[in-house]
């Protein structure tokens, strides 16, 4: 049975929403302002799933996707969204996210670059089954046949279609540089024609330091942690170091291989993260760059992180942790003995539970900011600047 309903909103993920009967109906692809009509395909307690089988009257926010794979592809979810309607919804997904689970009212800023709206993605995970390569269908581990993505860099695409006849198996993650040559391919296993036509490929199987090229004086580093765009990483970095200020000491938590903090060389700065590779690289960069000044990248895990955060007094601690958040070291940050908290958050529903906690603790957002890492889809990188209240 099918259903008239008009959209009314967005959901965190990007689903259109819209009611049958009284029932939230979330609606993959569907845009505020839609009338579509929908078919049920799930159902549960209160809340329903339906797939668009007509849209009858279009958002005046809904565009032509620039895509073919559009609506099969996992990846740009949100082609079909116009801006500045695009950026206004992450807007008020951010704000309705912290206000709804966090109880926290605040402005939200916006930063992004329109002329890197397509071809911006320095990084990305593929899959291969012998058969087929590309990007996982929406929902499923189908793959969707990828000749090129009008998201992609240039030099992502033409390392893709390089990828393709090699028919590499299980996940691939290529990351290129995009002012640069070089090319990073992460595999478990790669084969010796990926080796050929890669040199700088590798795999977690491999005792040897992973491959790493330097891009804006940071290492990118082989199977490590890096933003999609490090086109657009600019402008995060950017926003960071606004939070930051003239701080003297500072601790970098989940800092990769120092994206945020590589470059405050006025300060003494002490790093931590998971990845050995990335950390050590770090280590060797900011020696490189200033031998003179303290930095410290380690190892370690949340127990050490909130070992540092409580063992003595910081201007400022960042933190980027992954989409899962911080929620083990959330009290310790309500706590910290700090001017302010610098929080870069991927997921605005982790990012409002742990601000809940440090919120607790005597600290305010004052500064909130959504900048576009990733357009056309519906996700967002966001930076809330704490400090502690008067």
Known sequence: MENEITITALAHGGDGIGRIDGQVCFVPYGLPGDVVR?????????????????????????IDPACPNFGRCGVCTWAHFGYPAQAEWKQRLVREALQRMGGIEVAVRWVDEPALRTGYRTRAELHGDGKHFGFF??????????????????RLNEAIGRLRPLKPAGPVTVTVNPEGEEVLVWTKSPSPKILEQFPLAGSPAKPRPPSQFLFDGVPVVNGGFSQASLLLNRLLVREVRECVGAAGAVLDLYCGSGNFSLGLLESCVVGVDHHAPSV???????????????ANYRRGDEGIMGDLIAGRAWDTII???????AKALAPALAAARAARIVYVSCDAPTLAR?????????????????????????????????ERSP
């Open 38 to 62: 929908v078919e049920v395909v799930r159902r549960a307690r209160q809340v329903l799933w339906g797939r668009i089988a007509e849209v009858i009257e279009a958002s005046p926010d809904r």
């Open 137 to 154: 269908a929406r929902g499923t581990h189908d793959i969707v046949d990828t000749l090129k993505c009008p998201l992609c860099h240039a």
């Open 280 to 294: 050590r690289a770090a280590q060797e960069a900011r020696g490189a760059a200033d031998p003179v000044s303290g």
């Open 319 to 325: 933190l980027d942790p992954p989409r899962t958040g």
């Open 354 to 386: 742990d601000l809940k906690v440090i919120t607790a603790g005597g600290w305010k957002p004052a500064r909130t900011t959504v900048v576009d890492m990733f357009p056309y889809t519906a996700h967002m990188e966001t930076v809330c600047c704490l």
